[in-house]
Structure formats: C-alpha cells, structure tokens
C-alpha cells in the first residue's frame, strides 16, 4: 500500500514525522512518501499507484482523479475540502476525510485578534513608531471601540459561537445570519439570527465564518458593501471565495467599509506583488495562518492520519468525518 502525503512545499513545513509514525501505527507495511506539489504532471506519475493522498490544497476534481486510477481515500488535513470534486469522488467510491473540529479556540481568538488591532489602530501606530519613529497620540483615526457596538456574523457554527462568546465579553451585541443554526441554540448564546439585509443595516463589524459553498462565492460584492450602512470592520477568515476581491478594494477605497482584517484571499497562493490590498494601514492581511497553534496542528496531524487509515483498512465509519 502506498501513501502519499503531500501539498505545497510551504505547507509541509511541518513535523512531517508525527504523520508517517501515527499512519505506521495502523499500516506498519505501507509506503509512505512525502511529496511536495510544484508540477503537476510530475506529481500525477508519483500518484498513480498511490491508494491514499493526504493534503489539503492540491486539486482533485475530474482530470486530477481520472490520473489517479489507484485512489482509495482522501484525508484533507484541514476543515476545508472545496478543492475536491466531491460528487466525483463519491461516483467513483473514494471516501473524502476532512476534520471537523481542532482549531476553533484558534480561528476565534484570531478573528478577535484582527478586530482589537483594526479598531485600535495598531497598525498605523506601530508604523509610525518602528518605520518613522514618530511618538504622536492623535496620530490616528479615532477608535470606535467594542463596549456596545454591534457584531454582524455571518455563520453560527463552532467558529461563529466562539467569536459570539468572544465578542460578547467585550460588551458587543451580537447578530447572526445562518438558515442551518439551531434558534434555541442561538437563544442560548444571547445572539439574535437576522437576515442580510438586517444585519448589513445595523453592524459596526461583519465577520465571515461561512463555509465555503457555489451559492456563497463571492458573496460578498459590492452591492452588499453598499448596504453595510454603518461602515463596518471587515473580517474574513473561512474562505477567500466568498469575497470579490476587487469589490472589496473598492469599498475600502469609497470608504463603505472603515477596515478590513483578511486571513485568506481568493487565491490561496496570491500574488502580493500585485496586491491592491497591501500597504494600507486599515488593512491587515495575515496568511491564512488563524489555524496555527501547537495543540493546533497536532490534533490536526492525528486525526487526518487516522482518518485517512480508518478508510484505507474499511473503516470509513471510524473516520472523524466523511465528507462525501
């Protein structure tokens, strides 16, 4: 049995170790091969024979798997999988693993970290003082602060709960859109399910916790930016596709929005030389990182590598979650 673990050279900067010792706990005999993905033709040889791939960004959609005839099981180590041709792999009998659950502490504090920094000018100030060297307290624009403004989100799954409780301990009112949550859950949580157009009307912050779906991409447009009455802080960090990135330069450029705190892109390698959000100081981007801990990343190593040899050795049902 040969295994496959690979993806973008910079995405295996990690103990790659850990995962060849716990797929060895359940497949002493298997071959395992790390591979970093940089030309896709040189990687269809190396996968041709390959029973199980574990990644998380290379595409598989219906050329990729017609090059992969030896596939048995995906893992996605990531809660993502939108890379993936889902109705293609389940015609074929590939089971697709994703994990649920092992980041979501990190992704709240992280949306809560963008949102401190945004609205307390953290970025002109540090500007000011380590590029300048500049020491002025009025320097930037005054801050809204967080005690009774209202946060708009958009999902109300574990992220979304965890930024809400977050939020709320700041003294935020909190709004959600999401037709899947549980109202009594919701009720729970003091968080008030809206619709859209009620929750663009009334949010000093709008932050995006959607999955990533065709009837959400890029979703939020420039018709949308213009209804966010109350130019809102804008944080994203689920998907880059639900964002039309050229919409979104112009709603910071005509002002509908006051800032905007990105984790991801459309792309999930952009180019940053050509960048039109860079260098703007009520623009934080970071690099898709709001996933990144140590606890982290090894639950994220287990349970991929589990998942994946769950599958391989007809267990799929012991899989964390099957995706497809």
Not at 200 to 228: C, Q, W
């Amino acid at each position: 049995m040969k295994i496959l673990i690979t993806d973008y050279p910079d995405v295996l900067g990690r103990e790659l170790e850990k995962e060849i010792a716990y797929l060895h706990e359940d497949l002493p005999d298997a071959e395992i091969l790390v591979y970093p993905y940089t030309d896709p033709e040189a990687f269809y040889r190396e996968a041709a024979d390959a029973d199980g791939l574990l990644t998380a960004f290379i595409p598989l959609d219906k050329p990729a798997l017609d090059r992969l005839p030896g596939l048995k099981a995906v893992s996605i180590n990531a809660t993502g999988y939108n890379f993936v041709d889902l109705a293609e792999t389940r015609r074929r009998g590939i089971p697709v693993c994703a994990i649920g659950e092992y980041c979501t502490q990190e992704v709240a504090d992280h949306t809560m970290a963008l949102l401190l920094a945004l609205d307390r000018n953290l970025k002109h100030y540090t500007d000011d003082i380590d590029r300048i060297g500049r020491w002025q307290y009025y320097a930037a624009p005054r801050p809204m602060g967080l005690s009774g403004a209202v946060l708009g989100l958009f999902g109300l799954g574990k992220i979304g709960r965890a930024v809400a409780r977050r939020a709320q301990g700041f003294g935020m009112q909190v709004l959600a859109v999401d037709p899947y949550a549980d109202p009594a859950q919701a009720a729970a949580l003091g968080v008030t399910l809206t619709d859209a157009d009620t929750l663009f009307d009334r949010s000093d912050v709008i932050s995006n916790h959607m999955n990533l779906t065709p009837e959400n991409t890029g979703f939020f447009d420039y018709a949308y930016f213009r209804k966010m009455r109350r130019r809102p802080i804008f944080l994203n960090v689920a998907r880059g596709g639900s964002v039309n990135e050229a919409d979104l330069v112009r709603a910071l450029d005509e002002g509908l929005i006051r800032a905007a705190g990105l984790d991801v892109l459309e792309a999930e390698k952009p180019d940053l030389t050509h960048c039109a959000l860079r260098g703007r100081s009520n623009v934080i981007l970071t690099p898709h990182a709001a996933f990144y801990s140590a606890r982290a990343i090894e639950a994220l190593q287990r349970m991929s590598c589990k998942n994946l040899t769950a599958c391989l050795t007809g267990h799929p049902d012991k899989a964390f979650r099957v995706v497809n």
